[in-house]
Nanobody, 124 residues
Framework: QVQLVESGGGLVQAGGSLRLSCAAS????????MGWFRQAPGKEREFVAAISAGSTYYTDSVKGRFTISRENAKNTVYLQMNSLKPEDTAVYYC???????????????????WGQGTQVTVSS
């Protein structure tokens, strides 16, 4: 049973940086694809980034600013967010998936379990 615990959210000024962490339990953690999603008020949950089989994937709006990484020894996935913009404001969720096919990683339906979410607020 994989469980995810998120941390690192908070309030930051536009142009600043923030690092989110997602600590996962489970012996098979390294076999999971890991994703980050976000949901802003009034909007659907949106794919942000994923890491699977050593490759990383990003939505266009964060490419070049966000970096997803994995530290297997600590069972932790990170989302480093630089050059933050007000439109990045959202609740951010990490999630794990046993499905690693790259063409499916943007789909929320393949992920289970999910973290509880952490609020990121970027002021202008």
């Amino acid at each position: 049973q994989v469980q995810l615990v998120e941390s690192g959210g908070g309030l930051v000024q536009a142009g600043g940086s923030l690092r989110l962490s997602c600590a996962a339990s489970g012996r098979t953690f390294s076999n999971y694809a890991m994703g980050w999603f976000r949901q802003a008020p009034g909007k659907e949950r949106e794919f942000v980034a994923a890491i699977s089989a050593g490759s990383t994937y990003y939505t266009d709006s964060v490419k070049g600013r966000f970096t997803i990484s994995r530290e297997n020894a600590k069972n932790t996935v990170y989302l480093q967010m630089n050059s933050l913009k007000p439109e990045d404001t959202a609740v951010y969720y990490c999630a794990a998936s046993k499905t690693s096919a790259s063409q499916l990683l943007r789909r929320p339906g393949i992920y289970d379990p999910w973290g509880q979410g952490t609020q990121v607020t970027v002021s202008s």
